[in-house]
């Protein structure tokens, strides 16, 4: 059974910075991509990263520069760190997987989603 078990939310001020890790089990994810989410209260969740099993990398706008998504095969991790956090960051973080992608597509149909971890930016 896949497993996605994300780590590492918190509270931090604004300006700050948080390490979000999602651990994977069940299957190993080497060939298939990683992707975070997030949803903040009253709103739609929304795609954050991604990265292909090649570690290519894509972002939303409103986090290129500050956040950078990587993953570990060996460990079956993937990684979000985020740098300059902002109060509209604040939001539950998902972690997902899917069958490799490349663009748009990586963006959409994940199949296999994590509880999430709450981050909180205080202003």
């Known amino acids: 059974q896949v497993q996605l078990v994300e780590s590492g939310g918190g509270l931090v001020q604004a300006g700050g910075s948080l390490r979000l890790s999602c651990a994977a089990s069940?299957?190993?994810?080497?060939?298939?991509?990683m992707g975070w989410f997030r949803q903040a209260l009253g709103k739609e969740r929304e795609f954050v990263a991604a990265i292909t099993w090649s570690t290519i990398t894509y972002y939303t706008d409103s986090v290129k520069g500050r956040f950078t998504i990587s993953r570990d095969n060996a460990k079956n991790t993937v990684y979000l760190q985020m740098n300059s956090l902002k109060p509209e960051d604040t939001a539950t973080y998902y972690c997902?997987?899917?069958?490799?992608?490349?663009?748009?597509?990586?963006?959409?149909?994940?199949?296999?989603w994590g509880q999430g971890t709450q981050v909180t930016v205080s202003s």
């Open positions: 069940g299957r190993s994810f080497t060939n298939y991509a």
């Open positions: 997902a997987t899917r069958g490799d992608c490349s663009g748009y597509g990586c963006t959409v149909a994940y199949e296999y």
